[in-house]
Structures are given as C-alpha cells and as structure tokens.
C-alpha cells in the first residue's frame, strides 16, 4: 500500500501512475481507495482510464463535504462506480445526494447509533 498523500501530483505521476496502470490492467475488477486528506491527486489518478472503480473516505480531517463534493463529481463525470464512505451530518448527506447521480454510487455511511440511522435513512430515501 502506498501512502498517496505524501505525494505531489508531479511525483504521483512519474513513480506511483504506472505501477497503478500496470496492476489495473491486471484486475478486471479493480478499484482505488482515497481519503479525502488527499483530494489534490484526483485529476491524476484519473488520468489511468484502467482504474475503474473509485472508493473515497470522507474523513474527519479531511476538507468539509462541500469541497469534497467537486471531486466526486469529477470522478462521475468520468463514468467511473463511485464509493463514497465516511460518516456524515443530515445536511451533509442532502449535499451529496442532490450533488452526485444515482447511477454507479455507493454510499458507505458510518453512523454512531440507530437514531442517526434513522435520520440517514429518511434522507437517502431508504
């Protein structure tokens, strides 16, 4: 496992990219993890049309839901299954459900207890 958020966008580039091509062009099924600590390689990483899945953690010290959304957006635009996991507040899951489409998303959500479940669920429509 490589830790990506140490590293630049120009250093992601010439060392960590092509061992990334090379292992997706191996795995039909393969798919990328990301915290959003490192939210500065995106456009990088989806330079390997070989990845095909991307899996992102909002993370608590990572940067508010709101300047994470963009990115997941991006990721969509690509036509890429996104994964997005992490806990979330109700107006924070309303962001990102009136942000991103439907098709090929998959929310992860971390909750505390059955009473935050409840208040999740009523907004994710489920």
Do not use: W
Request: hydrophobic residues 45%; contains cysteine.
């Amino acid at each position: 496992m490589l830790a990506t958020a140490v590293y630049s966008p120009r250093l992601y580039r010439q060392f960590v990219q092509p061992v990334d091509r090379m292992l997706a062009r191996h795995f039909e099924s393969n798919f990328i993890h990301l915290h959003s600590t490192s939210m500065f390689l995106p456009e990088a990483i989806l330079e390997v049309d070989e990845i095909r899945c991307y899996e992102i953690n909002n993370d608590a010290l990572g940067p508010p839901v709101a300047q994470l959304v963009p990115h997941l957006r991006k990721v969509q635009a690509r036509g890429k299954p996104l994964l997005v996991r992490g806990s979330f507040t109700p107006e924070e899951l309303r962001l990102v459900m009136d942000s991103l489409e439907p098709r090929g998303l998959f929310l992860n959500i971390m909750v505390r207890d059955t009473a935050e479940t409840e208040a999740l669920r009523r907004i994710a429509g489920c």
